[in-house]
Each structure stands twice: as structure tokens, then as C-alpha cells.
């Protein structure tokens, strides 16, 4: 997309903490429309970022846009108050305020707007209705269960109708059910109004559900942006792969290339002779260079006689422990120095110590440098 | 698996199930104890004084028969109905000073970034710990018409004709109660200005409000359940105050009904019956703002702290950063070291006519107040020195234990007796010393304790014992009861549990507690006045005694001493408690 | 001396628990042999937490008895009640309860301080004990400097040192963040198994109940629901209440027309005009012309984009939520919405039409 398109546009966005660096210069453009994650473990600069673009921080050096307006530059000496820049915010601990009804909450935006009358209860029932609060509109705030509360925030948030709303993990205080509830809901509102969004969060799974798009950071840095499919499939980089989802990784060199894919070895330790794999990816490497590989635990198969026909990579391996979760069975077990997770989706007695043969597609090994 | 780990002869040195005692236990039976002393200390006087204001004295002064005429009198009285609305004043008047001081340095120092303010913080604090009593006589040495230190300067340097100021009115006892007590409404604010989720504010700057209106429409009201709370227990305890008054205005003209309860209940031709109704009436009106805070304030608080350490927002003042640093510094002035510093000048002179002579510097009134060894020590003055170590040091220990076994019935047990006892600890503070000292007064006079410094010591624990409850109690609040119950699955008994577990996590709290009524005892005028005797003066009773009887330097010399010791003694309370301790 | 038997090593007795009006704790009665590991699992409110806090003795019970390893602890018949202290029972709390005025050590040595031991042989057993929960070389450190994951620790080197008759754990995980709890969740349960001491585990976790337990009592509004272990409590739940808390399944109300064979027959369901006929396993106590709920796991339905046999419903995809290693489709089937599991490679779209097939091995006829 280009420039000229992007809601919210960062560009070269730095802030520091001290001597801290906890946003590094992050670029990034938000289509209209479109829902963003921020994704990273905590500490990794994604709040920052988007406190920055709320305004709540000011930025060291970059600009940041929203619509057609420069709400900072470092550069320009520009900045605008959080209450200039037409956005609305969803805080993780909803911030509802307790001595105001959750009318009051919603129609507080419109009445700094000065809107009349009529308008601000029309448009507050609305945007009540939109988040089924409607019955609850005169009720107090300190009355409202979790869920209620994160409602009433994000009504808040919509109902002057922002250039774009940003979320700081706004679920991140409600229970597992409600969560996983409250997040197809959220998407859903989201594809209704069709406001622009970027979504703060910590939780991989949240990001893969919700996003258009899903930006991970760690330590300030953006390591890699793309849709949910594209970076748990094909993660940049090893803080990626075990970040988004599980994934067993283990270091060996690159020894070939052929077609599409790449020829690794990877040792196992004394009295092992080590295990040649060829995986995807490894782009970029060169023959000889350190790389790492990357298995999700769902795409190793169990054996437990060794398989007669060629099934792609295999090792041998020996059980450590089994944990019934249910629906599957999670094993880990061990190949010479690497333990690896293995998840199985039908109930087979496994014990531990038992010898087993493991296998993977090499379609569904990663091979990734740095 | 290994089932040899398992004691295999557990069965055998098992103890029995004992037959259903549950009501014979430690634990009840301290419960027990404890409350019937607690209702019986509370209750008493309370009741004793109800009764005691229907009985009318005769003429002669030694008969009395049943009647209304004592509350007749609250009517027709020449001074009471006057010195009833001088009480409504003075308690309005210092309400809004103590608010509009005790909130604006709450605000600075909690969420702008005036320089140094964690630093100003204990200062401004200090005159809570202080006496008001002193206080008014600092301000009578620095502002009466005629002697008062600032007036003096003022005719001699900027040729002012009369006076500069005069607090020798009921202003003058606004003024001095309004910045004793700011502090009071701090410490009800400061809280949760500071640890409001800042959250809270951000989200109404993102929707769209400016600072101020951010500032007006959020911020404001979320802490105007504790401005209010704070508010009306100054109220309540101006309407108390009888020090400041009876120094400052009494003797000018403005009684108030705690004046008046004094002249009426000691003296030659005391008049212990009307001194109780014109108490039942104090009594009354304090009790009545205190339920409604505890009623319908306190419980509107509202929780704006999520349990995150937040950073509050800090307001960037710009060049005004240095206004309301000097504003801050200005209030410590007038509230401390103005007072003090008059205090020490008026102490080291012979005789103070509003003239500072440095030649004639002498630490004569400070040999004659405290040195008790020597001839020409005034024994009144000096026998407080004893009895007010004693008073405050036992006192404060017993009522420490007190609020102890108190604070874990009330939250350690279920039930009504803890919803009994939590109800009793708040009675207390709903009357003022004064009117609870009545009180004790009529129930123990017939007693051998009366004239005794027990009968002060049970007027002081009564009245004060809930304030080392609630330090205790907050401390307890935030100490999960697993901490106990692990205790006794770990196969303590609940004494020990209490021994080994509770009371050594409630150490800081308990400490604390026991300097903060260490304090107040220490200070203490309004129970004393009305209960010592001879031989019984404490060191607020030496400062009156000295105030009615002898000259400004006396007095003053007595009052730094006292100070002295409380600035001491504040010390030691926030090396033990921190400076979260009474913000909590 | 002879013990209780030890496969009823724990006794539970017709347990009783009224708070005012509510009757949090209805006639509860199980037992436990010796060594094993119970879970007590329910929503908030169903009970399992006032059902622990009656056998640890913090607070009387109404009616019924308690007995663990031949000793009474309550019994409300018999008038007896043993002070929690005198029962010999380890605890694990929520909130941990490491006492924050005493190192690790002196948090640990404390119980055997209360009994009485000599002080050489505390310092051994405390080392010991250090060791295993791992903790060796932070014996001296304060309660306040651990983390969450090392206060556990403790407070499970605290319930264990003294070698109790038994251990209670009160949601103790609930505290810690995702990945600690996963990988607490192995470890305790390693502890447990090698110090052998019988063990009663309350959580409203599911996924905890299944990775920890000998066995599970899944628990509702004060009443047992089903006890089993974990694999018969996932695969063969005997209501849909059971079925819809462990785990996500499909419910749909039907009838049982036939009974094939012991445990097998078929059951009709209407839906949308439509009746379908679905062979299946019934549960135990569904017999033929029984209301029934049919529970099918949603990895249990498979779908396709081609009918195959003609027996497949059909259905359209409306929504498909990418989780990484799965995708969590809803399918419309008439009125109803299939949860269903997918494979990504599968590539469901929303909008798509689709076929789904149910296994009879795992279309389960459950108590409604």
C-alpha cells in the first residue's frame, strides 16, 4: 500500500527511557479499515509505541501521522495533546470511570464535542446497543462485571467515531471463557464499524485470531509484520517461531541446497551420528553458515516400529514423559541432545523411556538463520 | 511409588477427636474477654452520660431530682446558645481552611512536579503530630493585637498604626484550628490522588477532554469521597478542639461549647449535670457528621487503585512549578517554623512584652518548668513531665494489645461479635475527648480511681484506642488470613499461630500504632483537662495551667519541651513506618 | 497397627456444608486410596474449595464425617471435631502464604518446629526437602525476594516436610502466568509422586485436572457430578454438564431409538425440520426411548469438501478463526453451529460449503 492510503503512519519512530532504548526506530503504515497487533513479550516496546501515537508519550525522534495530520514529529517539533488527535483508547483496566452511569461514560466524548442533545443520546444508545449494554445504560459503573466494563470502554471508544482506535491488551484482566469469548466478539465489532485499529498484546494466540495484520517486536525492534498465517508458517526468525505458538528448534549447519530446499545437519551429541534433515526457508544462508531449525510439535509424527516407506526426516528418539491434555496428548522426547515436543492427536499409551521413531514432511521444517 | 515414605504408625500416636468444644476454645474465649471490656469501656460512659444529663442540681448544689431543665438551659442560657453558634463557626471556618490547604498540597505534592515535594511532604505533615493547643499559643505570641511579634514589627517597620493581625477572635481560631487540621484532609486525599490508575485520566484525555477539563469532570470527583471524609472529621474535631479557643478566643469573648463544658463541669461550682447535656449536645451533633461519613461516604470511595504500581501522571507546572513551591513553603512557615521559632524566642525571655531584647536572654523559665529537682520548679508544670512519659508509654502499650486481639476478631472471626466490635471501635471517634472525658467522669467519680492517672489513662484509651486498631487493621487487611491458616495446618495452635505468625508480620504496624498514640497521648489536653486533679497534671495540663496562672515565657517554655519531644517522637514514627504509613 | 484400608484411605462421608440459605457443600461422599492424587473440579462456587476447607478443618461442617487414615477428623453423628492443627495435614494455598518475615528455610523448618523435632535433624529434612522441590540454594533467601514460581516451591517444601497424612492444594497455580503454571503443573505432580503422600488438588482448571490427576470428581453446585479418571472423564462423560466443562463439545439434544448392543445403539435428533439418525455409544443408564444429549469433541468431527458416502451433513463454514497449530471453525447445520476443529493445511474459507462426518466411536449418548 501506499503512503498516501495509510490511517496511521509511523516512520522511524525512537523513544527512550533513560538510556533505554524502548522503541527502535519503528515504521509502519495502518491501512483504513484494517486491524493491527502489536505482538511481543512485555517489555518489548509495543505499549510505548502505542502510547505514542495516543500521545500519552512524546517521541524521540520519527514522525508519527494519523489521517492526513502530523500528530508528531521530533523533527518539526511537532505535537499534539492526546484530546487533538481524534482517536479512541481501550485500557487494559478499562478505566471506566466509577462515578459516572454507563451512559455518562459513553456520551462523555460527545459532550467535549459539544454535540446536541439528541445527538449524543442517539449516538450513545447506538454504540450502547452495538455492545448489548443498551438495558445497562443507567447503571453505575462499579455495578458491571469484567466483561461489562471492557464493553462500556470500547463504546466509549467508538462512539465520536475516531480516526482509529488503539487497544492496550484490553483482555487481559477477564477470565480464559470470557477472553476467548470477548475476542471474536471484538472482531466482529470491529469488521461492522470498519474503524481503523491497532491492538497491543502479549498473547500470540489473541494476535493470530483477531489480526489483519500482526507486527512482532522484541526489544524495540519490529521482527517481522504479515498476516497470522504467514508468520506462524513462516516465521523470520527464531524469536518468531517460538514465540507465535510452539516450536522446537535446534541448531545445525547448512550443507546443501536442491530446489526449493535446503540440506542441514544437526548434531546430537557424543555417540550419535547426526541427524540430516532438509527443511524450507534458508534463504539467504550460506553453505557452512550456523542455522536453526524449526519443527512445530504438531507436524512430528509418532512410530513405533520404524516406518517402511520414506516419510521424510527421521530420527529415533526416547520417551521423557506424556501429558494427556484431552484432546491430544503432548509427549516430549528425547533425541540425542534435544528434547523435542511432540503432539499426538489420538490416545496411545506411551511410557516413558520407550523407543520411538520420530518423522517430519520437509515442507513443514523451517530452516532459519540469526 | 515409595509408600514407605508415608509415617507408616501414623494411626497410633494420633490424637482423638476431641468431643465438640468448638466453643470452648483460645480463641473464643480472648474473643469473649476482650469484647465485654471493650463494650463495657465504650458503652459506660456513654450511657452514664445520657443519664446524668437528666438530673438537675439544686440550689443548694447537693440535691438533684430528675428533669429537662439542664436541656432547657442549652436555650435559655445567657452564654451557651452564643457559644454554641461560635462552635458552628469556628468548625465551618477551619473545615474550609483545613480543605482548601490540606487538598492543594495534596495535589502538588502527589501529582505535579513542584521541585523537592517528596521532600517538603513530612513537613507539611508536622503539625498533625503537633498540639493545636501550642499552636494557639504560638499565634497568640506572633499575632495578638498588642504583644503579638508580627504586629510589633509591623508598627515599627511599615508604620502601621494598630495591628497587622489579630487572632484574638474567632478568625484567630479558624485560622490556627484550619492549618492544624490540614494535614487531617491530606492524609484523606493524598491516597488516591496518588495511586490513581492514571489510566483513569488518559482515557478522558484520548476521548477528547482537555487537562482542566480532564482535571474538573475525572479527576476531582473521583477523590471527592475522601475530600469529604476529610472534611467532616475536621469538621467534628474542630467542634472538639478545646485548646485553641479557650487560649485564643475565650478569653476575649468567644466561648465555645467546649469552653463553656469546661468552666461549667470543673471548678468550684462545678455543675457536672449541665456540663453533661451541654456534652450530649457536642456529642450529638459530632456523632451524627461521623455516621454519615461512615454511612454514606466512605463506603462511595471509590476504588481508582487496580493493584499495578502505577506512576501517576505528573503535571508538568512549567515556571509555576516555583509558585507552588513557594505556596508549599509558605504553608510550612505559617504551620511550623513560624510558630516554633516565636515559641523558642518568647521561651528565652524573663518577661515578653513584644519586644525581642537579646541582652536579657535567659533559660530561667525552661529550669522552673522541667527541672523538677529544683525549689523553684512549678509543680504543676513539672509533675506533667512524669505523668504524661507514664500515661503515653502504659497507655499506649495497653492499648496496642487491645486493638490487637480487636483487629483479629474483627477479622479473623465471622459473625456478629466481630460486626459488634467493628462497630464499637468507630464510636469513639465519633465523640470528642471532651464529651467521652464527661462521660468517664460521671461513671468513675465515686470510684477509687478517680483523682488517679488510671482514670485519665481509661479516658485515653477509650477515646483514641481505635486509631492503633485501624493501624493495625490496615496491616492485617493486606495480610492474607492463609498466612494464619497455614500456621495451623502447619499444627500451631492459634496462640502460637498468633505468637509466631500474626503479631511478628504486624510488627511494623503495631510500632507504628504505638508511636502514633504514644503521640497523642502525649499531647493530649481536652480528656485531661477534664479529668486530672492535683498531682495528676499532664504536660498539655502544665502548658494550661502555666497559660491561666502564669506568664507567656513559662508557657512557652513548656510548649517548645513538648514540641521537642513530638518532633522526636515523629521521627521515630516514619523511620518505623515509612512514609506510606499514614497514607495508606 | 492396622490401618484404614487403603484404597479408602481418605473417607468422605455424606459431607454437608450449609453458609446461611446456601447449601454450598450437598451430601458429598468419596474416598480415596492411599498415595493418590484427587482432583476436586468445578466452576466457582460448586463446592470443591468448601469441601477442602472441611477436611483441612478451617471451619465445622454441617453433617456428615471426614476420616483420613483411621483417624477421625469430623464427624457432626459422633459430636467429634479435631482442631485443624491436630489433623497432620500439609497445605498449599492460592495465595501461597509464605510467611514474608522468615527466610525459606525457617518457613520450611516451621512445621517441624511445631512437632518438635530435634534441631540437627530439621536442618537435614529442611535441606532434603530443598533439594527436591529444587531450591537448594535459596534457603536463605526471604520469602519477599522470590518469585511467584519459587514462592510455590516453598510453600510446597512447607506442606511436605513434615510428612503429613495428607496434602491439601487449594488452586495453587491460579496465581502463576501461563507457561509457569504448564510447566508447574509436571512438577508438582512429580513431587507428589515421589514423596507418595495422598493428595486432594481443588482447581477450576480443567486442563490442570487433566494433566495432574490419579483422578478427577467433577463437581456442580455442590454435588458430584462423575468421578473417573482423567481419560474416562474426557472421553466418557456421563452428562452434558461433565462433557460441555471438560473440554468444548458439540451438544445436541436427541432420543435413544435403538440399543445394537451393550453400550452402542443410535440416537434421533431433529434439527431444522430434519431428523437425523446417528449411531453412537451411550453412556451408562441411557436406555432405548431416553431423552439424550449427543457430546461429540469437536477434533472428532472431520470436514470435507466432497460428500464421500452420502452420510455426511452438510453444512456451510461461518466462521474459521486461525490458531496457529488448528483452526476453530463454526459450521451451520440448519439452526445449529458444529464447532469444529480443522486442520490449517485444510484452508477452510467462511462461506465455504463443507461436509462433516461424525465417527460412531466418538458420538457419545450422555445424560442431559
Redesign the interface.
Known amino acids: 500500500m501506499s503512503a498516501g492510503e495509510a490511517m496511521v503512519a509511523l516512520d522511524r519512530l525512537n523513544k527512550y527511557f533513560g538510556a533505554e532504548r524502548a522503541v527502535n526506530d519503528v515504521t509502519l503504515s495502518v491501512a483504513p479499515g484494517e486491524f493491527v497487533t502489536l505482538l511481543g513479550p512485555s517489555g518489548c516496546g509495543k505499549t510505548t509505541t502505542l502510547r505514542c501515537i ?3 508519550e512524546r517521541p524521540d525522534g520519527g514522525d508519527i501521522r494519523i489521517g492526513r495530520q502530523t500528530v508528531a514529529s521530533a523533527s518539526q517539533g511537532v505535537y499534539l ?3 487533538d ?5 481501550v ?3 478499562y ?1 471506566v ?3 459516572m452511569t454507563v451512559f455518562e461514560n459513553v456520551a ?2 460527545l459532550r ?2 459539544r454535540a446536541p442533545g439528541h445527538v449524543i443520546k442517539q449516538r450513545t444508545m447506538r454504540a450502547l446497543e452495538l455492545v448489548g449494554l443498551a438495558q445497562l445504560a443507567e447503571r453505575y459503573a ?1 455495578k458491571l462485571s469484567g466483561g461489562q466494563r471492557q464493553r462500556v ?1 470500547l463504546a ?2 467508538i462512539v ?1 467515531e475516531p480516526k482509529v482506535v ?1 487497544f ?1 491488551e484490553p483482555l487481559s484482566n477477564l477470565d480464559a471463557k470470557l477472553r476467548e469469548q470477548m475476542r ?1 466478539e471484538l472482531v466482529r465489532l470491529q469488521r461492522e464499524v470498519g474503524i481503523t485499529s491497532i491492538y497491543v498484546t502479549h498473547d ?2 489473541e494476535a ?2 483477531m489480526s489483519d495484520r500482526v507486527v512482532v517486536m522484541n526489544k524495540g525492534v519490529i521482527q517481522q509484520i504479515g498476516d ?2 504467514a508468520i ?2 513462516r516465521p523470520a526468525n527464531a524469536f518468531v517461531a517460538s514465540f ?3 516450536a522446537n528448534l535446534m541448531q545445525g549447519t547448512l550443507i546443501g541446497r536442491s530446489g526449493e530446499l535446503c540440506e542441514m545437519e544437526i548434531p546430537l551429541g557424543e555417540g550419535r551420528s547426526p541427524l540430516r534433515v532438509s527443511a524450507v526457508g534458508g534463504e539467504g544462508a550460506a553453505m557452512g553458515q550456523t542455522v536453526i531449525l524449526s519443527v ?3 507436524d512430528i509424527l509418532v512410530h513405533l516400529k520404524a516406518p517402511e516407506t520414506a516419510v521424510g526426516n527421521l530420527t529415533e528418539g526416547q520417551v521423557i ?1 506424556t ?6 496428548l503432548e509427549c516430549r522426547v528425547r533425541a540425542g541432545t534435544h528434547e523435542l515436543g511432540v ?1 499426538i ?1 489420538h ?1 496411545e499409551n506411551l511410557q516413558p523411556g520407550q523407543k520411538v521413531h520420530l518423522s517430519f514432511k520437509p515442507e513443514h521444517g523451517l530452516c532459519l538463520t540469526g | 511409588m515409595s509408600v514407605q515414605t508415608i509415617p507408616g504408625a501414623a494411626a497410633a500416636d494420633a490424637p482423638q477427636s476431641s468431643r465438640w468444644r468448638s466453643l470452648v476454645t483460645q480463641e473464643s474465649v480472648s474473643t469473649l474477654v476482650v469484647s465485654v471490656i471493650v463494650g463495657a469501656a465504650v458503652i459506660l460512659p456513654l450511657i452514664t452520660l445520657v443519664v446524668s444529663s437528666f438530673k438537675v442540681l439544686d440550689s443548694g448544689g447537693f440535691d438533684t431530682t430528675w428533669g429537662f431543665d439542664n436541656y432547657k438551659r442549652l436555650f435559655t442560657d445567657r452564654i451557651i446558645p452564643k457559644a454554641f453558634v461560635n462552635t458552628l463557626i469556628i468548625s465551618f471556618g477551619s473545615t474550609v481552611v483545613a480543605t482548601f490547604f490540606g487538598v492543594s498540597l495534596a495535589w502538588i505534592n502527589a501529582r505535579t512536579n513542584c521541585p523537592w515535594r517528596e521532600r517538603l511532604e513530612p513537613y507539611n505533615l508536622i503539625p498533625f503530630f503537633l498540639s493545636p493547643f501550642v499552636g494557639a499559643i504560638a499565634w497568640h505570641n506572633l499575632a495578638s493585637s498588642k504583644t503579638g511579634l508580627l504586629n510589633v514589627w509591623a508598627r515599627e517597620y511599615l508604620g502601621i498604626e494598630t495591628h497587622l493581625l489579630n487572632v484574638n477572635n474567632l478568625w484567630g481560631v479558624v485560622w490556627v484550628t484550619g492549618i492544624f487540621f490540614a494535614p487531617l484532609v491530606y492524609l484523606f486525599v493524598v491516597g488516591s490522588l496518588r495511586r490513581m ?1 492514571p ?2 485520566e ?10 482542566f ?1 480532564t482535571t474538573m ?2 479527576t476531582l ?2 477523590v ?1 469521597p475522601g475530600i469529604l471524609s476529610g472534611a467532616i472529621i475536621v469538621f467534628v474535631t474542630a467542634a472538639g478542639e478545646f485548646g485553641v479557643p479557650f487560649k485564643l478566643s475565650a478569653p476575649y469573648g468567644w466561648e465555645t461549647l467546649t469552653t463553656q463544658i469546661f468552666s461549667k463541669a470543673v471548678g468550684d461550682d462545678a455543675n457536672h449535670y449541665l456540663g453533661a447535656t451541654m456534652s450530649m449536645a457536642l456529642g450529638a451533633i459530632c456523632a451524627a457528621f461521623i455516621y454519615v461519613q461512615q454511612r454514606y461516604i466512605a463506603p462511595r470511595s ?3 487503585v ?1 493493584g ?1 504500581g502505577f506512576r501517576p501522571n505528573v503535571l508538568d507546572l512549567g515556571p509555576w512549578k516555583w509558585v507552588a513551591f513557594g505556596y508549599n513553603i509558605a504553608f510550612i512557615m505559617v504551620a511550623v517554623v513560624m510558630p516554633i521559632l516565636c515559641l523558642f524566642i518568647v521561651s528565652l525571655h524573663p518577661v515578653w512584652e513584644g519586644r525581642i531584647f537579646l541582652n536579657e536572654l535567659t533559660t530561667i523559665n525552661y529550669e522552673k518548668t522541667l527541672f523538677w529537682w529544683q525549689s523553684g520548679a512549678i509543680k504543676a508544670a513539672t509533675n506533667g513531665i512524669y505523668n504524661s512519659f507514664f500515661l503515653a508509654f502504659v497507655g499506649a502499650s495497653i492499648a496496642m494489645v487491645l486493638s490487637l486481639v480487636v483487629s483479629h476478631m474483627i477479622h479473623r472471626t465471622k459473625g456478629f461479635g466481630a460486626r459488634l466490635l467493628d462497630f464499637l471501635c468507630v464510636v469513639p471517634i465519633g465523640f470528642p475527648g471532651i464529651v467521652l472525658a464527661m462521660g468517664v467522669l460521671v461513671t468513675y467519680i465515686q470510684t477509687p480511681i478517680y483523682a488517679t492517672l488510671w482514670i485519665i489513662m481509661l479516658g485515653y484509651i477509650t477515646r483514641f484506642f481505635p486509631y492503633g486498631q485501624r493501624n493495625i487493621s490496615s496491616v492485617m487487611l493486606a495480610i492474607s488470613e492463609e498466612l494464619d491458616q497455614s500456621s495451623r495446618m502447619a499444627g500451631a495452635s492459634w496462640f502460637t499461630t498468633l505468637r509466631r505468625i500474626t503479631i511478628p508480620l504486624l510488627k511494623p504496624g503495631i510500632f507504628a500504632g504505638w508511636v502514633l498514640l504514644f503521640i497523642i497521648f502525649l499531647r493530649e489536653l481536652s480528656i485531661s483537662i477534664i479529668l486530672y486533679t492535683s498531682g495528676t497534671e499532664t504536660l498539655s495540663v502544665g502548658v494550661y495551667y502555666l497559660a491561666n496562672f502564669e506568664n507567656e515565657p513559662l508557657t512557652c517554655a513548656l510548649s517548645i519541651a513538648q514540641t521537642v519531644v513530638l518532633l522526636i517522637c515523629i521521627i521515630v514514627f516514619r523511620r518505623v513506618a515509612g512514609r506510606e504509613a499514614l497514607t495508606a | 497397627m492396622v490401618n484404614a484400608n487403603d484404597n479408602r484411605y481418605v473417607e468422605v462421608q455424606g459431607l454437608v456444608k450449609w453458609f446461611g440459605n446456601d447449601r454450598a457443600v450437598d451430601d458429598i461422599s468419596f474416598s480415596i486410596p492411599r498415595g493418590k492424587f484427587l482432583t476436586l473440579l468445578g466452576p466457582s462456587g460448586c463446592g470443591k474449595t468448601t469441601t477442602l476447607m472441611s477436611i483441612a478443618g478451617l471451619h465445622t461442617i454441617d453433617a456428615g464425617s471426614i476420616r483420613v487414615g483411621g483417624v477421625v477428623y469430623t464427624s457432626k453423628a459422633e459430636g467429634l471435631f479435631l482442631p485443624p492443627e491436630k489433623r497432620d495435614i500439609g497445605m498449599v494455598f492460592q495465595s501461597y502464604a509464605i510467611w514474608p518475615h522468615m527466610t525459606v528455610a525457617q518457613n520450611v523448618a516451621y512445621p517441624l518446629e511445631i512437632r518438635k523435632v530435634a534441631r540437627a535433624e530439621i536442618d537435614e529434612r529442611v535441606a532434603a526437602v530443598l533439594r527436591l522441590v529444587g531450591l537448594a540454594d535459596m534457603a536463605d533467601k526471604l520469602a519477599t525476594q522470590l518469585s511467584g514460581g519459587q514462592q510455590q516451591r516453598t510453600a510446597l517444601a512447607r506442606a511436605i516436610v513434615s510428612k503429613p497424612r495428607l496434602l491439601l492444594f487449594d488452586e495453587p497455580l491460579s496465581n502463576l502466568d501461563l507457561k509457569l503454571r504448564e510447566q508447574m ?2 512438577e508438582l505432580k512429580r513431587i507428589q509422586h515421589e514423596v507418595g503422600i495422598t493428595s486432594i488438588y481443588v482447581t477450576h482448571d ?2 490442570e485436572a ?2 495432574m490427576s490419579d483422578e478427577i470428581i467433577v463437581m456442580s453446585k455442590g454435588r458430584i457430578q462423575q468421578k473417573g479418571g ?2 474416562q472423564i ?2 466418557r462423560p456421563v452428562n452434558a454438564y461433565v462433557s460441555n466443562f ?2 468444548v463439545a458439540n451438544l445436541l439434544k436427541g432420543r435413544v431409538v435403538e440399543v445394537t448392543a451393550p453400550g452402542r445403539g443410535a440416537v434421533e435428533i431433529e434439527e431444522g425440520g430434519r431428523s437425523i439418525r446417528l449411531p453412537c455409544r451411550l453412556a451408562d443408564g441411557i436406555g432405548p426411548g431416553a431423552d439424550a444429549v449427543v457430546s461429540i ?3 472428532n468431527v472431520r470436514a470435507r469438501r466432497e460428500n464421500g458416502d452420502g452420510r455426511a451433513l452438510e453444512g456451510e463454514v461461518i ?1 474459521a ?6 483452526v476453530d471453525c463454526r459450521v451451520r447445520w440448519g439452526e445449529y453451529e458444529w464447532k469444529v ?1 480443522a486442520h ?1 493445511r485444510d484452508r477452510l474459507r467462511e462461506g465455504e460449503k463443507v461436509y462433516l462426518r461424525l465417527d460412531p466411536e466418538h458420538t457419545l449418548a450422555v445424560l442431559p
Not at chain 1, 501429558?323 to 491430544?328: K, R, T
Open positions: 495516543a500521545g500519552l495533546n492526546p484530546e488527535r481524534n482517536i479512541g483508547m485500557f487494559q483496566s478505566a470511570w466509577p462515578h462523555y466524548g467535549v464535542r462499579t470502554a466509549r471508544a465520536y488503539l492496550d471474536v500470540q494466540s493470530l485470531v497470522p498465517q506462524y508458517a507465535i505458538g510452539v512445530r510439535p504438531e514423559d501429558v494427556y491434555l484431552g484432546n491430544f503432539q492427536d490416545f | 490508575d489510566s483513569l488518559d482515557s478522558a484525555r484520548t476521548t477528547g477532554a482537555g487537562l477539563r469532570t475525572v470527583p473521583l471527592m471509590f476504588t481508582t487496580t499495578k | 503443573r509436571v480443567q486442563a487433566l494433566v482423567p481419560h474426557y472421553a471438560i473440554g469433541r469437536p477434533e466462521q478463526i486461525f490458531l496457529g497449530n488448528c476443529l490449517p
